[in-house]
Every structure is written in structure tokens, then in C-alpha cells.
T-cell receptor, first 112, second 114 residues
Framework: QKEVEQDPGPLSVPEGAIVSLNCTYS??????FMWYRQYSRKGPELLMY????GNKEDGRFTAQVDKSSKYISLFIRDSQPSDSATYLC????????????FGGGTRLMVKP | ETGVTQTPRHLVMGMTNKKSLKCEQH?????MYWYKQSAKKPLELMFV???????ENNSVPSRFSPECPNSSHLFLHLHTLQPEDSALYLC?????????????FGAGSRLTVL
């Protein structure tokens, strides 16, 4: 079993749709949960950062963590063509920085 | 310049060549990383330097040799690579304290090994 499962997509949605991106994980010791966004020909950039379970909202983005189900989600409301990118989930045991585990990424395409 | 800068952005090399990738960060961070990104695979951590000392080496083949002369610069020296080493090589940095696991990535160096 892979430590992190993430559907590679591509996921194609019309502009204005609500997007749901998800990752499942197997390591119950993960404490930090992150979403990175990677545009074509760019490096990943941190989008959302959460510690432990619950929801976190930032503008059109909501990150949700369900530790009991080992499942995290990223919701994008009113999606825009500029949201077209690959979204990577990432997990950490501690905040030391050298133990991050990444998903393979989901490619999202928002059509105008 | 701000952020994390990687050069060259693209590199094509033969299997017998020796080349180097360079990374520079202007964020005052004290840790730097090399990651390998292959198509449809998760990011693979290759090397971590914290305060200029290597703290993690995930069994990377010796044909990859990192160098960190100071906290702002990181190199990845390449020699006798294989075609399967073709990938995007990403450099990242992070600060200490509560932000130690928040990575700032460069745009990457796209490597093609012929």
C-alpha cells in the first residue's frame, strides 16, 4: 500500500465550478497537512497549511483534514482558469522539514 | 532577486558528461533541499542540508553529489548519469522554528540525459 494516494487526473471543470481534490494516507502519525500548487514550468508553492484535524479557509480555498479516516481535501470555490495547475498534497510527522511525504499530484484544468 | 533561483533551467547531457546544477536562496533560510520530480511520481527527497551540514541522504546513487558551501547556495554535481535520471530537479529552502517544514521551491532544472 502506498503511503499517500492521490488521483493524478486530469480533472476538467467549467469556470465557476466547485472543485474537490483529495488525498488518502496510511500513516496515522502525520500531524501536519499541506497543499502545494504547481503551475506548468514552475516549482510547487505552498497553498494551505494545517495542523491536526479540522477545516481551514483562505479566500476561495478550504482545506479539510479528517484524521480518523486518514483523508484530506482541498475545495476550490468559484474556480477560475488561473487555478489550472497540479495540486500536491503533503504530509509531515514533525515540523523538522526533512520528513515531508508528497502525493503524486492531481492535474486540474478549469475551462473558461 | 528574491526567493529561490535555480540555474540552468534546462540541461541536456550525455551519459559521460559532468555538469552541475546551482541553487541560490535569498530568504535567509537555514535549510536547503534537493528533490527529484519524475512524471506522475511523488516528489523524491534527495538531500537535505541544515546549517550547511547534510542531515539526510535517501540512498541516492553516488553519481549525484551535493555541495553546500554556505546557507544561501546549494549545488548538485552530476556525472555519468543514466537516461532514467532525466527529470525535473527542484531546489527548496526552509526557515527554522515553526516554519521549518514550509518549503519554498525554485522553478526547477529540467534535466535530459541522452
Amino acid at each position: 500500500q502506498k503511503e499517500v494516494e492521490q488521483d493524478p487526473g486530469p480533472l476538467s471543470v467549467p469556470e465557476g465550478a466547485i472543485v474537490s481534490l483529495n488525498c488518502t494516507y496510511s500513516n496515522s502519525a502525520f500531524q501536519y497537512f499541506m497543499w502545494y500548487r504547481q503551475y506548468s514550468r514552475k516549482g510547487p508553492e505552498l497553498l494551505m497549511y494545517t495542523y491536526s484535524s479540522g477545516n481551514k479557509e483562505d479566500g476561495r480555498f478550504t482545506a479539510q483534514v479528517d484524521k480518523s479516516s486518514k483523508y484530506i481535501s482541498l475545495f476550490i470555490r468559484d474556480s477560475q482558469p488561473s487555478d489550472s495547475a497540479t495540486y500536491l498534497c503533503a504530509f509531515d510527522l514533525t515540523n523538522a522539514g526533512n520528513m515531508l511525504t508528497f502525493g503524486g499530484g492531481t492535474r486540474l484544468m478549469v475551462k473558461p | 532577486e528574491t526567493g529561490v533561483t535555480q540555474t540552468p533551467r534546462h540541461l541536456v547531457m550525455g551519459m559521460t558528461n559532468k555538469k552541475s546544477l546551482k541553487c541560490e536562496q535569498h530568504l535567509g533560510h537555514n535549510a536547503m533541499y534537493w528533490y527529484k520530480q519524475s512524471a506522475k511520481k511523488p516528489l523524491e527527497l534527495m538531500f537535505v542540508y541544515s546549517l550547511e551540514e547534510r542531515v539526510e541522504n535517501n540512498s541516492v546513487p553516488s553519481r549525484f553529489s551535493p555541495e553546500c558551501p554556505n546557507s544561501s547556495h546549494l549545488f548538485l554535481h552530476l556525472h555519468t548519469l543514466q537516461p532514467e535520471d532525466s527529470a525535473l530537479y527542484l531546489c527548496a529552502s526552509s526557515g527554522g522554528g515553526s516554519g521549518a517544514n514550509v518549503l519554498t521551491f525554485g522553478a526547477g532544472s529540467r534535466l535530459t540525459v541522452l
